[in-house]
């Protein structure tokens, strides 16, 4: 199988026959399966099923309308909401979706799948997410080689593979240092205010 370097996905679909990609130099692609092997900020995870706001996104915001939610989101939080009452739309930087993931609720849809941490990336300080991901990939091989169908394949490796990563995860989630997606990650950065700079507001 041969590699290329240097090309963007920007759309695929499935067809009668298989899935076609499109990248973004204009070139297209055909095979029976496109695995999403892409990283937290996967776009084949958005084609399965679309999820957290971009950087570009999130920065489409007015600051002062983030500051709003946030203070909004942790009125009852100590010292969050103290932190929040002496910031001012300056010091609030959007940086869109960061570190893990919650849980993606579709890891397959027709013709294509996804793997690593395109669909389950852990907390950094957690270790996991190369583990993880080959595990996956393995996985992945031995359902589309012992199972007769696709469906039946794609579905037998989210069933094997989602408990397992969901574990590993859910410690990393619950951390106070974890960087999550969302509000959380302004929960852990607010614990360490002395005084407020800066606070940074992630898209939920």
């Known amino acids: ?3 290329v370097y240097g090309k963007r996905l920007v759309d695929a679909e499935s067809t009668a026959g298989g899935v076609l990609a499109r990248f973004g130099d204009g070139s297209t692609a055909t095979a029976d399966l496109l695995i999403g092997a892409d990283g937290i900020r996967s776009r084949v995870r958005t084609l399965i099923d679309p999820r957290p706001t971009t950087w570009a996104e999130a920065h489409q915001t007015p600051p002062g309308q983030w500051l709003h939610r946030l203070r909004e989101v942790y009125a009852d939080d100590v010292p ?21 993931m919650p849980s993606v609720p579709h890891w397959c849809r027709d013709r294509m799948v996804l793997v690593g941490d395109a669909v389950h990336a852990p907390s950094p ?6 583990s993880l991901a080959v595990e996956s990939a393995v996985q992945l091989a031995r359902c589309l080689r012992d199972h007769p169908d696709l469906p039946t394949a794609l579905s037998a490796y989210e069933g094997l593979r989602r408990p397992r990563v969901e574990k590993v995860l859910r410690p990393g989630q619950r951390g ?12 852990a ?16």
């Open 1 to 3: 199988m041969p590699i």
């Open 80 to 100: 969050a909401h103290q932190a929040l009452a002496h910031t001012e739309p300056a010091d609030v930087v959007a940086i869109g979706s960061i570190g893990t």
């Open 125 to 130: 300080s957690s270790g996991q997410g190369a």
């Open 176 to 187: 106070v240092g974890a960087t999550l997606t969302g509000g959380a990650a302004v929960r």
């Open 189 to 204: 950065r607010t614990r360490r205010w002395r005084p407020p700079k800066s606070v940074a507001a992630t898209a939920r």
